[in-house]
């Protein structure tokens, strides 16, 4: 029934989040042009549910580069164009995962989608069981990343400081999956935008999905 009911509700709300952030795509699609003529829109090669491949779509928020690698997990500041940080300071490059959301190959909220080959990674272990359900535009390893990991540029540091909390909270959101966790999940993401919007840090929601790893990580 909750599998149905999380359908039902990322259909409706992807429908509504079209609609209602038209005005944000205008913005966006004007702002990127003006930014740095080219596409629009940035795909990326992603893991969904099931480990199946599908293609996520986000507003291109980097200068187009050829040999650019695409799939680190830090993005390439050098390429980042100062309109490309405002919308992904307030997430609205992330607005096309709508379509994915429509389409049924994303869910309003669950682990992030893993990049190919970053597959052993994120995908091993106790951790293949974020494959169970579906691949969110939010969730708790996504809001982790917004209110803390999305401040470390270095890939290195990244992986020492973000990575492991960030990759428990894949695992953590598939036991705790249930329409109240996932209605939390969108709670706290509006609350987080509000606090990048007026330049500050959730840091009560930071402790609290730290909390969340750490419990999990002792099992």
Known sequence: ???????????ICAILGLIGTFPLWLLAIIGILMSDWGPIFYTAHRIGKGNKPFKMFKFRSMRVAKEANETSLRPDEDRIFP?????????????????????????????????QD??????????????????GL????????????DQFTDETEYMEKV????????YVYVKKSS??????????TIICIFYALVGKECTWILDELIVSANEYMRK
């Open 118 to 135: 970053q597959f052993e990674l994120f995908r091993t272990g106790k951790w293949n069981l974020a494959a169970e359900v579906p691949v």
């Open 163 to 170: 990575f492991e909390t960030r990759r428990e909270l894949e």
């Open 138 to 149: 939010s969730g708790p390893a996504a809001l982790y990343d917004f209110i803390y990991g």
């Open 83 to 115: 309109f490309g940080h405002f919308i992904r300071k307030v997430k609205i490059d992330e607005l096309p995962q709508l379509l994915n959301i429509l389409n049924g190959t994303m869910s309003v909220v669950g682990p992030r989608p893993v990049a």
């Open 1 to 11: 029934m909750y599998r149905i009911i999380k359908r039902l509700f990322d259909f």
């Open 179 to 188: 329409v109240s966790y996932d209605l939390k999940m969108i709670v706290y």
